[in-house]
């Protein structure tokens, strides 16, 4: 890369600094508006979504989906009629101009539509609202270069995603290695810095506390060893995970008025599959807490079963009503209900204690390497979000790492026999 002025850099330091702030500004803000619509669905007042679901009564967990996703359509087929609303990635990669106004609307109805129990993610939104932050404060500083511009859009998106989830290291990685696909240190640099401020800002509601609740609980290091052993099972299930959502993803945003009746009939199957499931609402959270419950409360074999089938087929439903929202957080859930699946029935089986917390896991970050492509990323997200023991790193790089390359050699057989 050539030399930059001195005056462009400083431009550049200033303008990471700022976007690092605005997108905690924006993961601060989505997840005040995501808690207010939840506790206004399932009428609670404290406690997590899972809480809220399991005390609210039979009709609410029916109607209150279903009423959320009414308004969220509302609100999309008067927004879709009359502005575009492109993709986040592919609208910074190519330097297009960005809809701040758009975006920041979407992401508001995307926040109401998870909030009130839509089995999507909620990481779409900060992303959207911190970039559009992010490009309107930027926007003076005219000396930067449009990669510059691109770098710091994508720490935007990344700093987003870190302040809602507290992980500092997954939002800097998320920018580098998904939006960006690059190690270059002035693009890993910009978003260490914007990812920790985002999080710092965004710690008035985490309070830097790790997004899931680690057990107290002995693991071994012999688990270790099953981190390869998930990998093929990992594989299956992000590749069948992709294909869904690929088949029930519109070719086009809809934008008619079927949006309304399409995804309140979407939030009424959920709210209905809630009464025996309660952990299916909302983004996977609930998913992820009840993987990594020990003893009573725990995931059981027969529901891990269950969700491991109804979470991605909820996730599709909302897609194909024309819902909006993030693929993250439900292949992350997905990814913990398969490793649940394997550690109960082995347990099941054998008669052994083997470790369901970290088996939970290392299928989450197994899981989420083959949908987001970066194992590394994968293993370092799942980490920061329990905050387990660290050996229990090499675990999840083992899972991720083992279905990336294995997802990798089943892409070079396929092509080299001209499979498409």
């Known amino acids: 890369m050539a030399r930059l002025p001195r005056g462009s850099n400083l431009d550049f330091f200033c303008a990471v600094v700022i976007v690092g702030l605005l ?23 404290f406690g997590s979504l899972l809480v809220g679901v399991t005390g609210s009564s039979p009709v609410r967990r029916a109607v209150g989906p279903m009423a959320g996703g009414a308004l969220a359509a509302a609100g999309w087929w008067i927004l879709r009629r009359r502005a575009r609303v492109p993709p986040v990635a592919e609208t910074i990669a190519r330097h297009e101009r960005i809809p701040r106004l758009s975006w920041s ?6 926040v109401v539509l998870v909030g009130s129990g839509a089995s999507l993610g909620r990481e779409g939104a900060p992303r959207q609202f911190a970039a559009a932050l992010g490009d309107l404060a930027t926007g003076w500083l005219k000396r930067l270069s449009p990669r510059d511009r691109e770098i710091l859009l994508a720490c935007a998106a990344g700093a ?32 260490l810095i914007s990812s920790s401020l985002a999080v710092a800002i965004g710690s008035t509601i985490t309070h830097d506390q790790p997004e899931l609740d680690w057990p107290s609980v002995e693991s071994s290091y012999l688990l270790t060893a099953h981190g390869l052993l998930l990998a093929p099972l990992t594989l299956a299930v992000g590749l069948a995970f992709n294909r869904v959502m690929a088949a029930a993803r519109p070719a ?15 939030g009424l199957l959920t709210g209905i599959c809630s009464h025996r499931w309660p952990e299916l609402p909302g983004n996977g959270k609930s998913i992820l807490t009840v993987s990594l419950a020990s003893g009573m409360g725990g995931m059981t074999l027969s529901a891990a079963a269950a969700i491991l089938v109804l979470k991605p087929l909820l996730t599709a439903l909302f897609l194909r009503a024309g ?41 989450a970050a197994g899981v989420l390497a083959v949908t987001q492509g970066s194992p590394i990323w994968a293993a370092i997200f799942v980490w920061e979000l329990a905050h387990p023991p660290v050996w229990l790193l090499l675990v999840f790089l083992l899972t991720a790492v083992g279905s990336h390359g294995l997802k990798a050699a089943l892409e070079r057989h396929r092509s080299g026999a001209g499979i498409p």
């Open 23 to 45: 997108a905690g500004l924006a993961g601060l803000s989505t997840t005040l508006v995501l808690r207010f619509v939840e506790h206004l669905t399932y009428h609670y007042t």
């Open 252 to 266: 086009s945003p809809m934008r008619t008025w079927v949006l309304i009746p399409a995804l309140a009939a979407a």
């Open 323 to 363: 819902g909006a929202g993030g693929m993250l957080t439900p292949s992350l859930a997905t990814g913990a209900a398969a490793g649940s699946l394997l550690v109960l029935s082995i347990n099941s089986a054998a008669g052994t204690h083997l470790h369901v917390p970290a088996v939970s896991l290392a299928g």
């Open 105 to 110: 609307v979407d992401a508001v109805l995307q």
């Open 160 to 191: 987003g995603l870190g302040a809602v989830y507290a992980v500092p290291l997954g939002g800097a990685l998320f920018a580098v290695r998904i939006m960006l696909d690059t190690w270059h240190p002035r693009a890993l640099g910009a978003a």
